[in-house]
């Protein structure tokens, strides 16, 4: 083949593959190009593809149509009370109207960062440091709501502003790290006192209730060493009672058998002045008897008492004589039905019952001290019902 022809189909191919290329456009998802048509605006491609007029259509930008996020610099800003911070920013948007984003300004991007940068110093200005600090959802509003207002007519939607940083003055940081520090070092102040105090407070109430019991307690011990001590004194008294009746007894007993067996034996007044005699010497016994006088007329009164009690027998001497027996006076160990209850050990049940019921409140558990009222607590129902006089406990025969 002629190298002539092949030159020309070689270009004729490359001007076919031009006119294609020049033709068919492809644009990527979430992507649109602005096309112009000899220098004019003519549309905006969508994702897909794409035909032009080769030689007159050419895609004047490509514009990304996701959410971008852009973070500025930090910017100085000076607030109400006259100190500088610095503050970063972060700025959400997206682009909605890719022939506006082309044509209505020249950079989208530096547009936002000095939009952003003006609206913050302008919403700034007018807060206090500590509102500043403690205000960044009410800031981040304002300035997304004044950005998307502005940046409308270049077709963004700006979704979210945030600030990323506040930064106050190093010798601003400062204070506030030490009004931090007092601060806590104050509520530190605060709750120990709180701590002290709710302690004093627990320890005088734990001390109420241990004085109030205390004093229940000893007023429970006091009833019940009175009661034991009456009791005592009672039951002692009865026994000197019936000891003494039964001492009596015997006494009585004793003095009837001697007196039975000198009745038996019929003595002379002879025998009674040797008896005399013989107690002399146990008479005179005892430190304080230095002297002992007899009586010349001892035996003349011995003498005359037997013959006014007694007979002459056939030797002629006189001789005691008994009277007849009567049987109308009681044997000496006879116990009398009046004092026949002096000899009863059995306990009272009066008593028993009193005792029992003492016992059983000092044996009450103690209540917790968070279900201990303030008040005293009112006498135990069981001391109160307890007998106050002797004649009521011990009947009316132990009185």
Do not use: C, H
């Amino acid at each position: 083949m002629d190298p002539t022809a092949l030159i020309v189909l070689a270009v004729i191919i490359l001007l076919v593959v031009v006119l294609v290329a020049k033709t068919v456009l492809l644009v990527p998802q979430a992507t649109a190009s602005v096309i112009e048509r000899l220098g004019r605006y003519r549309t905006v491609a969508q994702p897909g593809l794409n035909l032009l007029v080769p030689f007159f259509d050419r895609v004047r930008a490509r514009v990304d149509l996701r959410e971008q996020v852009v973070s500025f610099p930090p910017q100085p800003v000076i607030t109400q009370d006259n100190l500088t911070v610095s503050i970063d920013t972060v700025v959400y948007f997206q682009v909605t109207d890719a022939r506006s984003a082309v044509y209505e300004i020249s950079n989208y991007i530096t547009g936002v960062e000095q939009l952003t940068t003006t609206t913050l110093r302008n919403v700034v200005g007018g807060m206090s440091l500590e509102e500043t600090l403690t205000s960044r959802d009410a800031i981040n509003t304002q300035l997304r709501g004044v950005l998307d207002k502005e940046t409308g007519r270049w077709g963004i939607r700006v979704a979210r502003v945030e600030l990323k940083a506040i930064d106050p003055p190093p010798s601003i940081q400062d204070s506030m790290e030490k009004q931090m520090r007092a601060d806590r070092e104050k509520r530190a102040m605060i709750l120990n006192a709180e701590g002290t105090r709710e302690s004093a407070i627990k320890t005088a109430e734990g001390q109420k209730q241990a004085a109030i019991l205390g004093a229940e307690g000893q007023k429970q011990a006091a009833i019940l060493t009175a009661e034991a001590a009456r009791q005592s004194s009672i039951l002692r008294a009865q026994g000197d009672r019936a000891s003494q009746y039964l001492k009596s007894q015997g006494q009585a007993k004793a003095i009837e058998k001697v007196f039975a067996a000198v009745k038996r034996a019929k003595p002379t007044p002879e025998l009674l002045a040797y008896q005399y005699l013989q107690t002399l010497p146990k008479m005179a016994e005892g430190d304080a008897n230095k002297v002992w006088v007899v009586p010349s007329e001892f035996t003349k009164s011995l003498e005359g008492f037997a013959r006014s009690l007694g007979k002459a027998d056939e030797e002629g001497v006189f001789r005691y004589e008994p009277p007849e027996q009567t049987e109308d006076a009681p044997p000496a160990e006879a116990v009398e039905d009046a004092v026949q209850d002096w000899f009863d050990t059995s306990t009272n049940p009066e008593v028993a019952e009193a005792v029992r019921a003492a016992e059983a409140v000092a044996r009450k558990e103690v209540p917790a001290p968070g279900e201990f009222g303030t008040q005293v607590p009112a006498p135990r129902p069981g001391i109160a019902q307890q007998p106050t006089s002797t004649a009521e406990t011990t009947g009316p025969d132990q009185t």
